[in-house]
């Protein structure tokens, strides 16, 4: 029983930092543009794609593929910046909606025309179990936390001290101040968003194995779940975001487990919704920001 | 000056009213015109300018950008699947109470959601989508779960001794087009109204409407709940055309597609509503377009519209039809 519960609540955890690693991205894109982008899952889908591509068809091995995945991400991630994204600083919030939703579209459907809208499975990844602690643990979800762990190690670092963490703290704060300044305002904005997407797609790449399967509506799906998260975390607060996507994927866990299967996938928008009631700020802010 | 105007009014003839009644005509003579493929693609696109009717009216005059409308859809379409394999009654008491129902589940979800603001209000409306539809999965005893609503009647009429069941496709689109032309007037009516300049004026500049004395808050309350009626009665349609209603209506892809007819019609416009449906939802289904290739044109004309053509394509038709008109 209890051991059980220990089990769903690491299972738990490792979805949480699945979630974490997208929602970051998300979160700090709305940090610099002040909109929700709606098609941060489909990069997490395309660097899957990419990935299960690199494996099936070139007949590389999973450590290439991780690296074939997130590179041709960046690369669709900088045309989408270079078309779309950068146009969006200061336009009103609507329009940031419905531009995400139209990439979201385009993404998803593209990769579903080239590719077919079946499930493909995806061989590869490290999925012997290992023994910690008298539990047993596959590999690939030691790595998806460990990644986690160094990528928000990582991220606090930039935006503490790297130049591109504090033009980025700048634009967030006063987008004007920063032109009178001299911070090129659409180039950090491209920067930040090449850097989530690309995040998004390393994510993808270490979940695939554990999922197993890949199809092209599974962006959607993460969209869906991240979006609650980057309420929770507070938007563009980076610490938060991870916390919250925590608490998220240890929720989900405990709800299949105790609840039903079937409510897993609500879990996140009934959260959202009592969040975006009593404290649209998020957990860990004490003032509204947004 | 004015004199030269009326002389000038007087050698230009307008004529609006007749292209209107030769566009009507056309519209009521489409089954004997088109295939039977056409006019099943022009019943999908008044079913879809319902919802959208509605829609219009919470994005186009109040300026509230919502995904819930698929949300209320579904709602109308197991409404009015249920009434109608469970008590038989007659298709209009269905898409009666099949808006009423959506327009009553409006209320309280409109009082928290209409709170928020912008992105918060987007995000809210989509949860909506989200959990109607686990809730129709998941509501085994009344919703039959993944499995569905099938062998819903078609609609049939009691009016007193007399009763009769619209069959075939021809019937239907008659049904449609005649609960779409309802559906036009009752939004032409409202936007006339008074309210609808509130509405209007809500949209503009909330704060100021509200030193104005418009109870604004009470105006989206009621704009919100109106298009989830509108978006029940398009359900209640929807679910009588098709005869299966599936968990699958809660989705999003419906409210993109409505959200399109709108936007890329021309929000705030009546017309842009009717010849939104018309392009994005009739042609592309006339044109047997598989949906992966649908939904990306989709996603392209969105950032088009919100790039380059932010008041949508309808002003470019206005413009040609004032112009065939003669119409200054």
């Not at chain 1, 006063?174 to 911070?183: Q, R, S, W």
């Not at chain 1, 998004?200 to 998260?229: C, D, H, Q, R």
């Not at chain 2, 993109?256 to 009739?282: N, P, W």
């Amino acid at each position: 029983m209890v051991s059980t519960l220990i089990e769903q609540i690491v299972n738990g955890i490792v979805t949480g930092s699945v979630y974490a690693i997208v929602a970051v991205g998300m979160t700090m894109i709305f940090g610099v543009l002040r909109a929700i982008n709606f098609a941060h899952g489909e990069y997490y889908m395309l660097g899957t794609f990419g990935a299960w591509f690199a494996i099936d068809y070139l007949g590389l091995s999973y450590e290439a593929s991780i690296v074939v995945g997130i590179l041709s991400t960046i690369v669709i991630a900088y045309v989408v910046g270079q078309l779309v994204m950068r146009r969006m600083v200061g336009a009103p919030a609507e329009s940031g909606v419905l531009a995400t939703l139209g990439i979201a579209l385009v993404l998803q459907n593209t990769v579903i025309l080239v590719f077919g809208g079946g499930y493909k499975f995806f061989s590869g990844g490290y999925i012997e179990p290992v023994s910690i602690l008298g539990f047993s643990l596959a590999e690939q979800r030691v790595l998806i936390l460990v990644v986690c762990l160094l990528v928000f190690i990582g991220l606090e670092l930039m935006v503490t001290h790297s130049r591109m963490g504090k033009a980025m703290r700048a634009v967030s704060q006063n987008v004007e101040c920063c032109e009178v300044v001299g911070i090129d305002v659409p180039q950090v904005v491209l920067r930040t968003f090449i850097l989530g997407a690309a995040l998004a797609a390393l994510s993808g790449v270490l979940t695939a194995p554990v999922n197993v399967s890949v199809y092209g509506g599974m962006g959607e799906l993460i969209t869906f779940k991240t979006l609650p998260i980057i309420i929770m975390g507070g938007l563009g607060n980076v610490r938060g975001t991870f916390f919250a996507a925590m608490i998220l994927g240890i929720a989900e866990s405990l709800v299949a487990t105790y609840v039903g299967l079937q409510y897993r996938d609500t879990v996140g928008f009934a959260t959202l919704i009592l969040m975006l009631m009593w404290r649209p700020h998020g957990l860990f802010s004490t003032q509204a920001r947004f | 000056m004015s004199l030269t105007q009326t002389s000038e009014r007087a050698r230009r003839r307008d004529y609006r009213i007749p292209l209107g009644i030769l566009l009507f005509s056309v519209a009521l003579a489409a089954p004997f015109i088109g295939s039977r493929y056409v006019v099943h693609a022009l019943i999908i696109a008044l079913v879809f300018m319902l919802p959208a009717h509605g829609l219009n009216l919470l994005v186009g005059y109040t300026g509230l950008l919502s995904l819930a409308q698929a949300a209320f859809f579904g709602i109308g379409a197991y409404t009015a699947g249920l009434l109608a394999i469970g008590y038989g009654t007659p298709f209009y008491v269905n898409a009666v109470v099949a808006g009423l129902a959506a327009g009553a589940v409006a209320l309280p979800l409109g009082v928290p959601a209409l709170r928020l603001r912008s992105t918060s209000f987007v995000m809210c409306t989509l949860g909506f989508v989200i959990i109607g539809q686990a809730i129709a999965k998941n509501w085994i005893s009344v919703t039959r779960g993944d499995m569905g609503l099938s062998g819903i009647p078609k609609p049939y009429f009691e009016l007193g001794p007399l009763s009769f069941t619209v069959g075939g496709t021809t019937g239907f689109y008659y049904l449609a087009l005649a609960i779409g032309i309802l559906a036009t007037l009752a939004v032409f009516a409202v936007v006339r109204s008074p309210a609808g300049r509130n509405m209007v004026a809500i949209r503009e500049n909330e704060t100021l409407a509200e030193s104005l004395g418009v109870p604004t808050w009470h105006y989206k309350l009621i704009v919100f709940m109106l298009s989830a009626v509108f978006a029940g009665v398009g359900g209640s349609l929807y679910a009588h055309y098709l005869t299966v209603v599936s968990p699958l209506t809660f989705q999003m892809y419906y409210s993109t597609t409505m959200l399109i007819i709108v936007l890329g019609g021309g929000a705030g416009m009546i017309s842009g509503t009717i010849f939104g449906s018309l392009l994005f939802v009739g042609l592309t289904e006339a044109l047997r377009i598989t949906p992966e290739l649908r939904m990306i044109a989709y996603g392209l004309c969105l950032l088009v519209l919100v790039f380059w053509f932010k008041q949508g394509f309808a002003p470019v038709i206005n413009r040609v039809w004032n112009a065939i008109g003669g119409a200054k």
